[in-house]
């Protein structure tokens, strides 16, 4: 399958090939999930769901789907394209002070 990562708008932000090893920082990660990067959020930690969805047909694609500059892809049987998407639920309840450490 060929895999893209597509943001909180559905716009396609990369594209794997089939058997591609997708990996992504924790400010892509953040990025896409429409949240704020900071540094903060490292260390307090972040709670994310990730949800893959695949399509074998064109019309089952969401229409708003938006693939800016990368090549459209269209799904089939034999290559099927599998959504990947973020979504940030909350902050960490844990918090951190540089001195203080962890509480």
Same mark, same amino acid.
């Given at each position: ?6 943001? !909180? $708008? &559905?716009?396609?932000?990369? /594209? &794997? ?8 920082? @924790?400010?892509?990660? @953040? ?21 893959? !969805?695949?399509? *074998? ?12 500059? /990368?090549?459209? @892809? ?10 990947? *998407?973020?979504?940030?639920? $909350?902050?960490?309840? @844990? ?9």
């Amino acid at each position: 399958a060929v895999s893209v990562i597509v943001d !909180n $708008q &559905f716009i396609v932000r990369r /594209i &794997f090939s089939p058997g591609e090893i997708i990996n992504m920082t @924790v400010a892509e990660i @953040v990025q896409v999930a429409g949240a704020e990067w900071n540094y903060t959020m490292v260390f307090r930690g972040s709670e994310f769901i990730v949800t893959t !969805n695949c399509f *074998t047909a064109q019309r089952d694609l969401p229409p708003s789907l938006y693939w800016g500059q /990368i090549d459209p @892809v269209s799904p089939r049987e034999e290559l099927p394209l599998c959504m990947i *998407t973020f979504k940030w639920l $909350q902050a960490s309840a @844990v918090s951190y002070s540089i001195t203080g450490g962890f509480a």
